[in-house]
């Protein structure tokens, strides 16, 4: 009997890899992929975890399936993709007009030093 959702709900959530921001700071932090690499055991990975495409957060039984791996269009597509920066909390609030604005404003500014002005006549 299918799944409530659909035949192939559950399938695209089994192949669902690391996001993009996840791996934006694999790349750029080796402690950041060592501490993903951690929580896998080896001997559960295939090729006993030897073999491992961090752009695309995969992994393979042979080097010779990682060459061609590199070789093809997803890979290079994902590549491009990482060298875009990933969006931040902060863009994402601004985006939305949620910011915070604690400073001064331009026109407060401008009060201000009326205000200044009249202190110093006085």
Same mark, same amino acid.
């Given at each position: 009997?299918?799944?409530?959702?659909g035949p192939?709900?559950?399938?695209?959530?089994?192949?669902?890899?690391?996001?993009?921001?996840? =791996?934006?700071?694999? =790349?750029?932090?080796? @402690? $950041?992929?060592?501490?993903?690499?951690?929580? @896998?055991?080896?001997?559960?990975?295939p090729?006993?975890? %030897?073999?491992?495409?961090?752009?695309?957060? @995969?992994?393979?039984?042979?080097?010779?399936?990682? =060459?061609? $791996?590199?070789?093809?269009?997803p $890979?290079?597509?994902?590549?491009?993709?990482l060298?875009?920066?990933?969006?931040? %909390?902060?863009?994402?609030?601004?985006?939305?007009?949620?910011?915070?604005?604690?400073?001064?404003?331009?026109?407060?500014a401008?009060?201000? !030093?009326?205000? =200044?002005?009249?202190? !110093?006549?006085?």
């Amino acid at each position: 009997m299918p799944a409530i959702r659909g035949p192939k709900s559950k399938s695209k959530t089994r192949r669902h890899t690391r996001d993009l921001d996840q =791996v934006h700071a694999d =790349v750029h932090s080796k @402690k $950041h992929l060592q501490q993903y690499h951690d929580t @896998k055991a080896p001997e559960d990975l295939p090729g006993f975890g %030897q073999w491992y495409c961090v752009e695309c957060a @995969k992994w393979f039984e042979s080097e010779t399936n990682l =060459v061609q $791996h590199g070789k093809g269009k997803p $890979h290079k597509r994902r590549v491009r993709q990482l060298k875009e920066e990933p969006y931040s %909390q902060k863009e994402a609030e601004a985006a939305t007009g949620l910011t915070t604005d604690n400073g001064k404003r331009a026109g407060d500014a401008e009060n201000m !030093e009326v205000e =200044v002005a009249v202190e !110093e006549v006085t």
